[in-house]
């Protein structure tokens, strides 16, 4: 899979470590204070859209799981299993997830939260092509987590795999720990440099965990390790990932796996379903039709 | 990743660059691109750095007053889009749930916007990176005079009221340049000479009655009269030997690329109302001329014409149908790639998909190349390019063999027996030819076999009534000739359908017949092995084709058009619809259906048609010479003609300016070019630049730009334009989409473009103010004070869009009951919201209101609010007919080529579906494999890229930072070629395999191979939109002072450059002479290790 940024072993050592070796020895780590705390349920109850026609409910895919999601939202946190399925019959190898994502977490070069492989199979005339859109895989038992050494990344209680920017010190240990390649460095680059000027739109603050993060050098996310987070920032308001809601092929669903009533529910019930590397025990909430 | 390119060394060096950049640019005043830091303060940081740290933040894109709802323009879909804005700064964008395009099913229309502003409708890549072009360092933002030759890419930046001064008043514009010193450019005024509408209607109709006389004496007598009666305006025609050349006027050249509706109206209301120039031409032939351009012929309907006062084939429009994909059962996608292009992905995606998955639906993907859409195929058709028609006849072949046809639907012959069986169109399939020496001719009249004609009336638009005779064609059933009017309602005409007799001695067949006899040419297999397919494979097709009653379709785009044999293989193809008589039908062919924005209709709030105190019809030959017949003409000198002629397309985009520089049939003095690239979108492209480049050929050229692009870097003046997300259109619709619609572009942000000042407003610089400037200096009607006569003034662009918003809030019945809802005081308020970060130049609430009457202002904000206007899902149905019909006769016959003649052999035209073998326009077979080139080049969209403008969008970059040439591994073994290698393309008319840019040197065709197996061994394919030469991927100099370039933007290969030239006309690429598509997939190459 062609999904990682292609940090060097000599880059980082040079940068990575040697920040991550001053942060420890200095001593301002407080572990304490690092372990992860229960999130507070979220006031928020999601969107109300029964303006909108039955039917429209019924047969848009897109409102049916917004209406999922706003009956998560009542639910404790603890209660919800957010989980995505991938329906590969239907991904068409388009990336607007991938640019999607990118446009709405502000990532920066070799920062990629989703994207998406394209392989071809078989002799001519004989050929076929696999598209696989690769976000983070939400493991119940992540192999990226136990690695931080300030418990900067964590599973939520709704399952979802976070980073806390405040504390992230950039070691990267996670990145290597993560056998899907779903985590990427933040460098702290730009599209338009080297351009007659930096672009404001790049700089924007990202809404990602529900605060914003504007890019200045020196703060986070900049330096961070980053990752697909199911856009929770969307979710707890209402609104679906971005990476679902632009997907021209109706290929992503979402929701709550622990409601048996909804769409992705019945679809990981389906004997279609697969995840990827299974055999590692990571047990990932995002799950695969592969035909 | 691919993004791993941006590797830490990189990065660190990139960072200095930029420190080095930032230096420089701060030195620059002139403030001429978006990146030299003139832009205004949008106050984002101030206020994100406030709120930075906090707990719980809003989220700011949900919220209506932060989103306007408009219309892409990435690509030519025309997806709702919903546009967040921040602070002022387009952060994101979205669908437009209220739109088809990018919801399924779409929201209701009056769905609330508290409600639409928490759906996030789907888009495309592409469509995620717009903001990308908007604010594009690269931009321009104020004017660029040339300072060296042309394309050297030397300017200054100069003032909008000097540019226009100079380009309305001429002069030696270029003295400073060498070589140019005494060179004196005519300005518009000198060419602006011929100003009474009066006098252009009395000169048309003597013209046309020049064209109507056939004997030479009479002709030139009738010449010398035109001299004569007109004497007083000898001083002002192009040449007064040649009256139908008309006017001087005509030397202006006007040329677009995207231009979509709104903006047409109002650079036409300068180019042809105001100014009085015929040469106002587009670009479609380079997109799919020969399906827009068969879909006329086929859609010509044999009526009364109002101007000649008798019956005549007429009134074809130029469009074409598609497939409507959410019903349909079995699809034959040819030549189109509906994941990737084909109008479009966001639009056709899901229903493919849902169909699929559903299995509603299954399809057949012929293309050269194993595409995106081919990987969810039933069946994978490697056609040999060029040979798509083949495949069509084949498929006829069978069918018309095991008599699967719709008998019921073709043997109508008129509309009252399409009526009788409930069908929506009926088809000249059973209508009789005559058949003069085996070659079928003209339809058979009812006075051919000694019949009376029909006595008619017709009571005309103005009331008065005409009388006139009919002569009825002719059908056969039962061994009798049926006469038939085809418009007729009420009297049903049926005809066998495989006739082939004689009438009173008169040879005659069916049109189908016909059509069976050019299907049986060849066997099944003999087909099958023109096309490089299976026999076997073509009767699956075949068969499945016609097993799902009309529930099928044969969905067809440009790798079927656009070739020398274009119009005949998209004849071809909708002749197998035909068969099938699914038109009209859910899950067959469909045609667009849009809410009228011009206000022609009756009742209308404002008909911008007529809103003009002096308009102008313009007349004369085009420079590319459509619509007339060559040997009508006054420069009618036999065959072969110097160059084509064509009567039966328009918009032939690679022919003007080779025309031009030719001079054929006249020269040009001043040219304007929109929102096209000529150089870089045409095969053969380099002809192009060498017209553009020439000051000897077009004294004076005018481009308009966002940036300075790969065909603008040619011209004198670049007017810096507005963005699609910071100006008006209205972007109409696709065949595809089946719902009736009108979606709305409008100013989403502040313009970059510096503000101006024209008739005492200050608004952004964009062609609307350099239009409106041009008309203020000049003195020129149709602008300014009193433009639209009593309906007010044209100062500002919403002077004149607004009024079309408020056509499309009216609806299109003339009672006004199909009128959209006023907008709710609450509604209204989320209106100025959701603009309060817009400059009066663009947003001035009182201006706004001064624009349309206070009646309909309710109504535009209702429009607007949702970015158009859009019918509900259920409106689109009509039980199993589709509710938007195209409703009339099509044509599988087309007598008007019958009749015509080819101006290069002097030899007619095939009136029936057929397949011709790759030619030049002398006729003569290309056959370059056999000096050689051994590999057959096409292009091919990928979704990262649409042609030539969206290298600008890093974000696409990052998924496709180049693009590659695609080989099949049989090939690369054969010619010793290994994945990875970096190979140069060569061609017969391109030995040495480099674009000559004049001005700007040459450039190498060397790009990287990709060996992969999805593609037909024998073809080799690049995609489009990479391989820039401008665009930010060259240095340019402003005043002196170097924009360094982003070579990032100038990776990967574009091989127009290798592109066949024909050998007779030897500055254009190869062209069918009927449709007028150019051909992009008609050129053998060589790959040659670099």
């Not at chain 2, 499945?544 to 440009?558: M, N, P, V």
């Not at chain 2, 999805?1014 to 394919?1021: E, H």
């Amino acid at each position: 899979m062609q999904d990682k940024k292609s940090i060097s072993r000599k880059d980082f050592l040079k940068i990575g470590v040697s920040c991550a070796a001053a942060t420890l020895a200095s001593g301002i780590l407080d572990v304490k204070k690092a372990v992860a705390k229960e999130e507070p349920v979220s006031k928020d109850t999601g969107v109300d859209l029964s303006n909108l026609p039955a039917e429209i409910a019924q047969n848009n895919q897109l409102i049916r799981m917004q209406n999922e999601l706003a009956r998560a939202l009542k639910k404790p946190l603890k209660e919800r299993k957010w989980s995505m399925v991938l329906d590969l019959r239907k991904c068409i190898g388009c990336s607007a997830c991938t640019i999607g994502c990118k446009s709405e977490n502000v990532l920066p070069p070799g920062v990629v939260y989703r994207p998406v492989v394209d392989e071809e199979f078989g002799i001519y005339p004989k050929v076929s092509r696999r598209f696989t859109p690769r976000p983070c895989m939400q493991c119940e038992k992540p192999p990226c987590t136990p690695v931080c050494p300030v418990k900067a990344t964590y599973k939520r209680a709704d399952g979802v795999v976070v980073v806390d920017y405040d504390r992230c010190i950039g070691c990267r240990y996670c990145i290597t720990a993560c056998p899907y390649n779903a985590r990427t460095a933040d460098f702290g680059e730009e599209y338009t440099q080297g351009t007659p000027k930096v672009q404001d739109y790049e700089l924007r603050p990202t809404f990602e965990y529900r605060k914003k993060w504007p890019r200045k050098r020196g703060k986070s996310p900049i330096g961070n390790a980053r990752k697909c987070h199911f856009c929770i920032h969307r979710i707890e308001i209402g609104l679906l990932p971005a990476c679902v809601t632009t997907c021209i092929g109706g290929a992503t669903y979402f929701g709550d796996a622990n409601d048996k009533n909804s769409l992705v529910a019945d679809l990981i019930a389906r004997p279609n379903i697969t995840s990827l590397k299974g055999e590692l025990g990571t047990r990932p909430k995002v799950y695969y039709i592969w035909g | 990743m691919k993004e791993s390119s941006g590797s830490l060394k990189a990065l660190l060096k990139k960072r200095i660059s930029r420190k080095k950049f930032l230096k420089m640019s701060g030195a620059t005043g002139a403030g001429a691109l978006l990146g030299f830091g003139m832009m205004k303060d949008f106050g984002l940081m101030k206020d994100a750095l406030a709120s930075a740290g906090t707990r719980e933040v809003n989220y700011d894109l949900n919220k209506a007053d932060n989103i306007i709802n408009s219309v892409c323009l990435q690509c030519n879909t025309g997806c709702g889009i919903k546009v967040k804005i921040l602070d002022g700064l387009a952060v994101k964008i979205d669908g437009n749930p209220y739109s088809p395009w990018t919801m399924w099913p779409h929201i209701p229309y009056k769905s609330l916007l508290s409600d639409s502003s928490v759906i996030d409708g789907h888009i495309c890549p592409k469509g995620q990176s717009g903001i990308q072009t908007l604010y594009d360092p690269y931009r321009i933002r104020k004017v660029l005079k040339r300072l060296g030759k042309r394309g050297e890419n030397k300017w200054a930046a100069i003032s909008f009221e000097q540019a226009v001064q100079e380009i309305v008043n001429g002069g030696k514009l270029f003295a400073n340049v060498a070589g140019e010193g005494n060179r004196n450019v005519e300005g518009l005024k000198d060419i602006w000479v011929l100003r009474d509408p009066k006098v252009f209607k009395e000169m048309a109709k003597d013209v046309k009655e020049i064209w109507h006389i056939k004997e030479k004496d009479k002709k030139q007598k009738k010449i010398e009269e035109f001299k004569e009666k007109y004497k007083e305006h000898m001083d002002k025609m192009i040449d007064p030997n040649h009256p139908d050349f008309g006017p001087k006027n005509n030397q202006l050249l006007w040329i677009h690329g995207r231009l979509k509706s709104g903006r047409s109206e109002f650079f036409k209301r300068f180019i042809q109302d105001s100014f009085g120039s015929t040469n106002f031409h587009g670009h479609t032939t380079v997109c799919q001329g020969s399906l827009y351009f068969t879909g006329k012929a086929m859609s010509d309907q044999f009526d009364f014409d109002e101007k000649d006062k008798k019956a005549k084939w007429g009134g074809g429009k130029k469009f074409y149908w598609q497939g409507d994909l959410s019903g349909a059962e079995y699809v034959i996608f040819v030549g189109a790639s509906a994941f990737e292009a084909n109008y479009g992905p966001p639009y056709r995606s899901h229903k493919i998909t849902e169909g699929v998955v559903s299995g509603r639906m299954k399809y057949a993907v012929v293309d050269p190349r194993f595409s995106k859409l081919a990987a969810k195929a039933d069946k994978w058709m490697p056609v040999k390019p060029g040979t798509e028609g083949a495949l069509a006849l084949a498929m006829i072949r069978w069918i018309v063999e095991n008599g699967k046809y719709d008998l019921k639907y073709l043997s109508n012959a008129n509309k009252a027996a399409a009526k009788g069986d409930k069908e929506p169109t009926w088809t000249n399939a059973c209508w009789l030819v005559k058949v003069k020496d085996g070659k079928p001719g003209e339809f058979l009249r009812a006075s051919d076999i000694g019949m009376l004609k029909t006595p008619k009336t017709k009571t005309l638009q103005d009331g008065t009534v005409v009388e006139y005779e009919f002569d009825n064609f002719v059908c056969y059933s039962n061994g009798q000739p049926v006469l038939f009017d085809p418009n007729n309602a009420e009297t049903a005409a049926e005809g066998e359908l495989l006739v082939d007799t004689e009438i009173n001695g008169i040879k005659v067949k069916s049109a189908l017949e016909i059509i069976r006899a050019e299907s049986y040419k060849h066997s099944i297999k003999e087909w099958a092995d023109i096309c490089g397919l299976e026999e076997e494979d073509i009767i699956a097709v075949s068969s499945e084709f016609t097993s799902h009653g009309k529930r099928a379709c044969a969905d067809i785009h440009r790798g079927v058009s656009q070739h020398t044999n274009g119009f005949y293989n998209v004849l071809a193809w909708y002749t197998l619809n035909l068969l099938i008589g699914n038109f009209d039908w859910v899950g067959g062919m469909s045609q667009a259906s849009t809410y009228d924005n011009v206000g022609e209709k009756e009742g209308k709030p404002y008909d911008l048609t007529k809103l003009h105190p002096k308009k102008i019809s313009s007349f004369g030959i085009s420079i590319i010479r459509h619509d007339v017949k060559y040997e009508e003409t006054t420069i009618f000198n036999g065959y072969p003609a110097k160059r084509p002629w064509f009567p039966m397309a328009s918009d032939i985009y690679q022919e003007i300016l080779p025309s031009a520089g030719d001079a054929y049939p006249y020269s040009i003095k001043a040219l304007i070019m929109y929102m096209g690239s000529p150089g870089y979108s045409l095969p053969a492209g380099q002809t192009q630049i060498e017209v553009l480049a020439d000051v000897n050929k077009i004294p004076l050229v005018i481009a308009s730009d966002i940036t300075v692009g790969e065909s603008s870097m040619y011209a004198d003046y670049i007017i810096p334009d507005l963005s699609y997300l910071e100006r008006w259109e209205f972007q109409g619709s696709h065949p595809s989409v089946i719902w009736k619609v009108q979606p709305v572009r409008q100013p989403t942000v502040a313009p970059i473009p510096e503000e101006i000042e024209v008739f005492g407003e200050k608004i952004p610089i964009s062609l609307e103010a350099f239009f409106l400037k041009v008309a203020e200096l000049m003195n020129m009607p149709g602008f300014g004070k009193k433009a639209f006569k009593d309906a007010g003034d044209l100062n500002r662009p919403e002077d004149f869009y607004l009024k079309m918003v408020a056509n499309v809030a009216f609806g299109d019945e003339k009672d006004g009951s199909k009128s959209v809802a006023d907008a709710s005081d609450e509604e209204m308020e989320i209106f100025l919201k959701a603009r309060r970060h817009l400059p009066k130049s663009v947003f001035d609430l009182e201006k706004w209101q001064a624009a349309v009457s206070p009646e309909y202002r309710k109504k535009v904000v209702y429009v607007l609010n949702r970015g158009g206007r859009f019918d509900d899902f259920g409106a689109a149905f009509d039980g199993k007919q589709l509710k938007n019909k195209y409703g009339k006769q099509i044509n599988m016959y087309i007598e008007k080529l019958a009749k015509a003649k080819n101006s290069i052999s002097g030899k007619g035209f095939s009136s029936i579906a057929t397949h011709l073998p790759i030619a030049d326009s002398q006729g003569n077979i290309i056959e370059d494999e056999k000096d050689g080139f051994s590999l057959n080049l096409i292009t091919y969209r990928e979704m990262a890229q649409c042609k030539s403008r969206t290298i600008s969008n890093y974000w696409l970059l990052s998924l496709l930072p180049e693009n590659f040439i695609l080989l099949n591994s049989l090939d690369a073994q054969r010619l010793g070629l290994r994945n990875g290698d970096s190979v140069r393309v060569i061609s017969k008319t391109n030995p040495a395999g480099e674009w000559d840019l004049k001005g700007a040197g040459k450039k190498p065709m060397i790009g990287r191979l990709k060996v992969i197996e999805g593609i037909r061994p024998g073809v080799t394919a690049f995609s489009l939109g990479h391989g820039h030469w401008a665009y930010g991927s060259r240095d340019i100099f402003i005043d002196g002072r170097r924009v360094i370039a982003d070579k990032r933007r100038g990776t990967g290969i574009h091989a127009n450059a290798a592109m066949r030239l024909d050998p007779y006309l030897k500055n254009v690429c190869l062209q069918d002479l009927v449709g007028a598509s150019v051909a992009f997939y008609d050129t053998n190459v060589n790959l040659v290790k670099v």
